[in-house]
């Protein structure tokens, strides 16, 4: 099905700041409470579009879908199920129904108060539940960046690297929605080779930036998902904050990878934007040499620009943005991944979660985590109240911000937000 994302001169009869992440052109979902009950909406503006109502008086009935009920579920699993043709045709009747030149709510003020509740009265919740999550390692100046830290420079990338879509799977329980305070971690550390490993909290807890693509319809166990066929598994995105124990992760990792130091928290942004969406900012990807093996193949740009930044606000004073980065330099692509995670077989369910690795640029302002900004330490950052940070202190908030901007249409995905308590 056709999606009118590129319906030229479209707008909205709402009055929407240029500047909002969440124009016309977005319609993005999610799940939210509003008066003890929670549902599924979408949101434009500074308003939540509620989605179970509007299935309710019927403006659905006559899609795929049918009578909308499975926007009053708690999730939006069941919608991620229903396929891409249902995701298309729901995302098109809302951009119809709130274009300027559309009448059948725009004149009736009664519906207004009906459908749209301020973003400022709801408690956005868990958009999905998520089954399996799979972290992805996809970012090459991040790769090379750490290679670089810890092993020989000219050997910065492991073998492995340029072949495969390195990943590991994750714990999906700790994975939370903006506004989750988490706790900083204890855990094993072990900072001096020469002496035996201690206990006790974290000392290096740092964020990564991460976005994170959501699958709908999955695929049956002994089947793969292609390349080509990925985007109609693919549901949308959310950015995504992979928290991390730096000393509990150096100390754990031999030989089996991430443990403690990962599970602890990671801070997802409640609106999913579809693929429909981000489709009008593909962009061409890296040269990937050498050549990959066929199943990892692709034709057109599978890229996204999305430009990423990070700020850190200490306790009671003002944020101090430390990364600005962008989707565009990841090496290997969303198709890639979810082709790579199936070639062997794996099933995949609505609202498995694929987080990106941290994504970092080419230069230093564009590093996506305090490991790489700081440099292991080296190079404290100055936040705006004068104080330094090589790695994050109790009371920060973490905020991460992500959105797409062409030919005067801009789209995002709204804020991670999460402040680091002391450890329990």
Not at 372 to 395: C, V, Y
Request: hydrophobic fraction near 35%.
């Amino acid at each position: 099905m056709k999606n009118i994302f590129n319906t030229k001169g479209l707008s909205s009869w709402l009055d929407i700041a240029d500047e909002s992440d969440f124009s016309i052109h977005n319609i993005p979902f999610g799940v939210f409470t509003y008066k003890d009950e929670t549902r599924c909406g979408s949101r434009l503006g500074d308003f939540v579009i509620d989605l179970a109502q509007l299935g309710e008086d019927g403006w659905f009935d006559d899609l795929p879908l049918g009578n909308g009920s499975v926007f009053h579920k708690d999730t939006l699993n069941p919608f991620m199920e229903m396929g891409n043709e249902s995701w298309t045709s729901v995302r098109n009747r809302v951009i119809e129904l709130f274009q300027s030149a559309n009448t059948e709510i725009r004149d009736e003020e009664d519906l207004h108060a009906k459908y749209l509740i301020p973003v400022a009265d709801v408690k956005m919740e868990m958009p999905v539940q998520v089954g399996d999550y799979t972290d992805f390692y996809s970012s090459i100046e991040h790769a090379t960046n750490v290679g670089t830290m810890f092993r020989d420079p000219s050997k910065a990338l492991l073998p492995n690297w340029k072949h495969i879509p390195v990943g590991y799977h994750g714990r999906a329980s700790s994975i939370v929605v903006s506004g989750t305070d988490i706790h900083r971690p204890k855990g094993q550390t072990r900072i001096d080779p020469e002496q035996p490993p201690k206990f006790g909290p974290s000392q290096r807890v740092d964020f990564e930036l991460e976005m994170a693509f959501i699958t709908g319809k999955g695929n049956v166990l002994g089947d793969h998902i292609t390349t080509t066929d990925a985007e109609n598994h693919i549901f949308g995105m959310v950015i995504f904050n992979d928290l991390s124990a730096r000393d509990i992760q150096t100390w754990e990792y031999v030989p089996l990878g991430p443990f403690l130091s990962k599970n602890f928290g990671s801070v997802i942004s409640p609106w999913i934007v579809t693929i429909d969406a981000l489709n009008a900012y593909r962009t061409a990807g890296p040269v990937q040499e050498p050549k990959v093996f066929p199943y990892l193949e692709y034709e057109g740009d599978k890229n996204i620009d999305i430009s990423l930044q990070v700020a850190i606000q200490p306790e009671n004073t003002e944020e101090s943005v430390v990364c600005n980065s962008n989707y565009k330099y990841m090496y290997w692509n969303m198709n890639q991944q979810l082709a790579h995670q199936t070639i062997n077989g794996c099933n995949v369910k609505a609202g498995d979660m694929y987080a990106s690795g941290t994504i970092s640029g080419p230069t230093e302002d564009s590093y996506g985590s305090m490991l790489e900004l700081a440099w292991k330490g080296t190079k404290p950052l100055k936040m705006k109240d004068g104080s330094e940070r090589k790695f994050i202190h109790d009371q920060d908030t973490i905020i991460m911000r992500a959105f797409c901007e062409k030919d005067g249409r801009r789209i995002g995905f709204g804020e991670s937000v999460c402040k680091i308590l002391p450890a329990k």
